[in-house]
Nanobody, 124 residues
Framework: QVQLVESGGGLVQAGGSLRLSCAAS????????LGWFRQAPGKEREFVAVISWSGGVTYYADSVKGRFTISRDNAKNTVYLQMNSLKPEDTAVYYC?????????????????WGQGTQVTVSS
């Protein structure tokens, strides 16, 4: 069982930056693929970024490519999402998720564990 707790959300002006963190429990954290997803009001949850267990493979949604960076520190059982040049359309609840298969997925279905989410609001 893995528990995920996100932090770092908040209110920021357009063009600003935020760094989200997701702390995980569990001794096998280093073997999991980790992803960030987001969900805006009235919309489906969508993929943002994913990182492989080693950190050597990352993928990003086209909408955030070049602005967001995903990283992980397996020694600290933590995954991060650095968000720069934020736009109002980035406003959403951001969730981290863990996939124990170790395969890099960009859809929600394969992920086994989810955090409770952290709100990010970008004002124009």
């Amino acid at each position: 069982q893995v528990q995920l707790v996100e932090s770092g959300g908040g209110l920021v002006q357009a063009g600003g930056s935020l760094r989200l963190s997701c702390a995980a429990s569990g001794r096998t954290f280093g073997a999991y693929t980790l992803g960030w997803f987001r969900q805006a009001p009235g919309k489906e949850r969508e993929f943002v970024a994913v990182i492989s267990w080693s950190g050597g493979v990352t993928y990003y949604a086209d909408s955030v490519k070049g602005r967001f960076t995903i990283s992980r520190d397996n020694a600290k059982n933590t995954v991060y999402l650095q968000m720069n040049s934020l736009k109002p359309e980035d406003t959403a609840v951001y969730y981290c998720a863990a996939d124990r298969s170790g395969v890099v997925h960009t859809t929600t279905t394969p992920y086994d564990y989810w955090g409770q989410g952290t709100q990010v609001t970008v004002s124009s």
